[in-house]
């Protein structure tokens, strides 16, 4: 019975390829282990945050999260760029650069090392206790947890997304696992940040190893530091500003003010985690055809999913208020900041196929562009937006930068040739 719906489930999926243009049963396939560990993702972060708001201050959890949004703009300093590489070495089957990817990060994690310390010292002598000794356990802990967080796109890179899924379904739950334990044993904001770090080190070392006994040749990239570094460095701008929000949040308007913002764009954020999701399948899939090929056949399937994905927004729109009653009940503020970022939603699916066809061809300068122009306004919009309209300014100014990056993704893929 099982084979037999099995079967009629793909013949429905290829059928359903005469109007899409899609292989379906690839995307059926990868893309339901891919969802799975999204919806997981969602799950496991409504719970922690329910749960933080039921046990913990606004004014902890966002001083917690300020210390993370921290320790991700201070790792534009390393590699970052480099498990975008493996993947791409991994999808033409160069499976030695996982490890080589390793010892590599681990290597250049210097500046970042150095950084952090050099932070942690500057809010030692303004009188932060708690943000400095965050910082050196960060300074430890995240060289060797980044240098062994590639798994995943070393396993998308081989097509194996059920394994690359459920790994990183387990790397979450022991992560947060811990957090929740030593928010449960005691409301200490320093606990939360160890906790955090150990345990999601320690999980990324685990399943790193795990992933490597999949490897099937020994087989290492002679460029992957030269794209790694190439895609780190038009990665620094774009780490920056991706935290940026929650820093200038914090620096202007508070943790607790933080806290309202982040809640505010919690499940939109999710729901793009989906969305870019699309880049793991597509990836090994680009680097296997002609770009002119993936730029003649991209724009219907691109249509319909901004289709589909236009509902989805609409509701949780409409949902929204029930949502945050039901889940988040003092964080019932943060409702129409949530219902506005969600609409930002619609232009997230542009970057993420295309960011896999540039990828995938090793297309250097226009990942530049893509990866640069939009970030760098959005930094000046928060700069000029939030210290006159606060968490709202915040919010149009993330929305306008989703609108900005999508046509500048576009302008590229479409001046893009498959001469390097």
Excluded: C
């Excluded at 590489?85 to 010892?103: N, S």
């Excluded at 901004?306 to 409409?318: F, R």
């Amino acid at each position: 019975m099982l084979g037999w719906l099995q079967n009629r489930l793909v013949a429905i999926l290829r059928w359903s390829e005469r109007y899409t243009g899609t292989d379906m049963v690839y995307l059926a396939s990868g893309g339901f282990w891919l969802v799975l560990e999204q919806i997981s993702g969602v799950l496991l972060s409504f719970s922690v945050a329910i749960v933080f708001g039921h046990l913990a201050s606004k004014d902890l959890y966002g001083n917690y999260k300020y210390v993370l949004s921290l320790a991700t703009v201070l790792g534009a300093l390393s590699l970052s760029g480099l498990g975008e590489a493996i993947g791409q070495a991994t999808a033409r089957g160069k499976d030695g650069a996982l490890m080589q990817g390793f010892r590599l990060n681990l290597f250049w994690s210097g500046p970042f090392f150095l950084a952090s310390m050099g932070v942690a010292t500057y809010y030692f002598m303004a009188g932060n206790l708690f943000v400095a000794s965050s910082l050196i356990i960060v300074a430890f802990f995240q060289p060797l947890a980044a240098s062994s967080s590639f798994f995943s796109t070393f396993l998308f890179g081989q097509k194996d997304f059920a394994r690359g899924a459920l790994y990183m379904i387990a790397e979450n739950i022991i992560t947060y696992g811990a957090v929740l334990v030593a928010l449960l044993i005691g409301e200490r904001a320093i606990a939360l940040v160890a906790s955090y770090f150990v345990a999601n080190t320690a999980a990324s070392l685990f399943f790193t190893w795990k992933a490597q006994q999949r490897a099937r040749n020994n087989e290492k990239d002679k460029g992957l530091f030269a794209f790694g570094a190439h895609l780190s460095v038009m990665n620094v701008i774009a780490v920056i500003a991706d935290k940026f929000d929650s820093l200038i949040v914090f620096t202007l308007l508070g943790p607790t003010q933080l806290a309202t913002y982040t809640f505010a764009l919690a499940v939109p954020e999710q729901l793009k985690g989906v969305i870019k999701n699309l880049y793991g399948l597509a990836l090994p899939k680009f680097a296997e055809r002609p770009l002119i090929e993936i730029q003649k056949t991209i724009w219907p399937k691109l249509g319909l999913f901004t289709v589909l994905i236009g509902v989805l927004t609409v509701m949780y729109v409409l949902l929204a208020p029930f949502l945050f009653k039901l889940l988040f009940p003092i964080y019932l503020d943060a409702v129409p900041y949530s219902q506005w970022y969600a609409f930002s939603i619609l232009f997230a699916g542009f970057p993420a196929v295309i960011s896999a066809a540039l990828t995938a061809h090793k297309k250097t300068r226009a990942l530049y562009i893509t990866t640069n122009a939009a970030p760098v306004v959005l930094i000046i919009l928060l700069i000029v937006l939030v210290p006159s309209l606060g968490i709202a300014g915040a919010i149009l100014a993330q929305i306008t930068y989703r609108a900005f990056n999508a046509a500048v993704h576009i302008w590229q893929f479409l001046r893009a040739t498959d001469e390097n």
